[in-house]
């Protein structure tokens, strides 16, 4: 099974950059897309980038595009969520997210199967 791990999360001023990154284990790392999500308290969780199997692929929420990249390292096992220009409404917990089969979906959390413990993420203004 798949187990995902969060880091990197921490309390930034806005317009500053943060990485967080995702490690994960067990086999069919790189077979699949992966994705971030966040929370927000009183929120519903949303979606943030995803990324696919190969690192071809990117997909990013409206509200993220052209601050947030998402790149992963197979060898590494590892997927990456690079964040500058941090906004307050930024501030929310961010989870890893991977899949069990190939991916029918990407941007809703039940596209996945797999959720890491998340990392906080805190923007000052």
């Known amino acids: 099974q798949v187990q995902l791990v969060e880091s990197g999360g921490g309390l930034v001023q806005a317009g500053g950059s943060l990485r967080l990154s995702c490690a994960a284990s067990?086999?069919?790392?790189?077979?699949?897309?992966m994705g971030w999500f966040r929370q927000a308290p009183g929120k519903e969780r949303e979606f943030v980038a995803s990324?696919?199997?190969?690192?071809?692929?990117?997909l990013y929420a409206d509200f993220v595009k052209g601050r947030f990249t998402i790149s992963r390292d197979n060898a590494k096992t590892t997927v990456y969520l690079q964040m500058n220009s941090l906004k307050p409404e930024d501030t929310a917990v961010y989870y890893c997210?991977?899949?069990?089969?190939?991916?029918?979906?990407?941007?809703?959390?039940?596209?996945?199967?797999?959720w890491g413990q998340g990392t906080q993420v805190t923007v000052s203004s």
């Open positions: 997210a991977g899949s069990k089969y190939a991916n029918k979906c990407f941007t809703r959390s039940s596209c996945y199967d797999y």
């Open positions: 067990g086999r069919t790392f790189s077979s699949n897309a």
């Open positions: 990324i696919s199997g190969n690192g071809a692929s990117t």
